[in-house]
């Protein structure tokens, strides 16, 4: 007798592919944890639930419309799907979110989500149907790993202050807010929210301890220093997707900056508001070190560190003409 059957042991997502197609005259056996449904043609035929069912379209009407008939023997649909019913499967949610100019900390900081939300099957034809044809199981951890951030961005672009997103006596307060933003689109897809929790809004270790030392929410930001004034000659740096670009203001006219760009020299100018002072980034030189420094030829010749941007090193040489030389291509004398 042909058997269709998954064993709960190995029924390891909400929605699962049947390993074999389903035989005309087999037995299905479901548990009572599962769902069992047939797709033809891009929809879902028709769906059955726990129990035995021998594969009869004789028997089962949906089925009559779905045989195809192969040499020696008959499948139906062009797909059989297991679906997890009644069990709830976490999933974890993570990802960068926009990033927060705080006066406070001094510095864009780019957090990052880390939450975990539990969903079971509601519906399994608005699942199948709303995943457009990407059932593999990879597909819905993706797509709901993709629905739970993009409203958690909308969550945090309500939060203007580092300090209060990133409070640990907020996150149930911020998780509660994600899952019922969330919950609309998880039904609109056949899924129910059963739990979402949110582990931390993940920041760079220098950032988070600057917030424990301010005790979370209790600066008073009115009092907060805001960025210093961009002079002639100040570091500043800017932000185009992820990447950051580094140079000193040659001049500011009202709101706009003229800025030097590091490496190339090439002068643009940028609005103000898309500037901020260009952090101090820990280097092995600091400013004013007196070393030794690759000059084109190969050798190494005395010059004096100007700046360090976070990747290169400015160098001044006797002759007072500078260069860009990577960690590399910088050592004690």
Do not use: C
Not at 116 to 140: E, F, M, Y
Not at 193 to 201: D, G, H, M
Not at 222 to 230: I, T, V, W
Not at 322 to 333: E, R
């Amino acid at each position: 007798m042909n058997v269709l059957a998954l064993e709960a042991v190995h029924h390891t997502s909400l929605l699962q592919r049947a390993a074999s197609p389903a035989f005309v005259g087999a037995t299905a056996r479901i548990l009572p944890s599962q769902a069992l449904a047939f797709v033809a043609r891009g929809h879902v035929a028709g769906v059955l639930g726990p129990g035995e069912h021998v594969l009869d379209p004789r028997v089962i009407a949906f089925l009559g419309p779905i045989v195809q008939q192969r040499p020696g023997t008959a499948i139906l649909g062009d797909d059989v799907f297991w679906v997890k019913m009644g069990v709830a499967e976490s999933f974890q949610v993570g990802g960068a979110l926009d990033p927060v100019l705080d006066p406070a900390v001094g510095e864009k900081v780019t957090p990052r989500l880390d939450a975990r939300v539990s969903l079971v099957v509601s519906d399994p034809v608005r699942l199948i149907h709303g995943l457009a044809g990407k059932t593999d199981q990879g597909a819905v951890e993706q797509w709901v790993k993709a629905h739970l951030l993009r409203h958690a961005l909308e969550l945090a672009k309500q939060v203007p202050r580092l300090s209060e997103l990133v409070a640990e006596a907020k996150l149930p307060e911020r998780a509660q807010a994600l899952g019922r933003a969330a919950a609309p689109g998880l039904a609109e897809l056949g899924l129910g929210l059963t739990s979402a929790e949110i582990v931390a809004f993940v920041v760079p270790d220098h950032v988070a301890s600057r917030l424990r030392l301010m005790g979370g929410t209790l600066t008073h930001y009115s009092d907060a220093p805001g960025p210093p004034s961009l002079g002639e000659g100040a570091r500043v740096r800017t932000s185009r997707g992820s990447e950051w670009y580094s140079g000193r203001v040659g001049k500011v006219v009202e709101n706009r900056a003229e800025i030097i760009w590091d490496v190339s020299g090439e002068r643009s100018e940028v609005a103000l508001a898309e500037l901020e002072p260009e952090p101090a980034y820990p280097g092995a030189f600091t400013p004013g070190t007196r070393l030794l420094a690759q000059w084109p030829d190969g050798g190494f010749y005395p010059a004096t560190v100007r700046v360090y941007n976070g990747t290169l090193y400015e160098v001044v040489w006797a002759d007072g003409s500078t260069s860009w030389l990577g960690p590399g291509q910088v050592k004690m004398g």
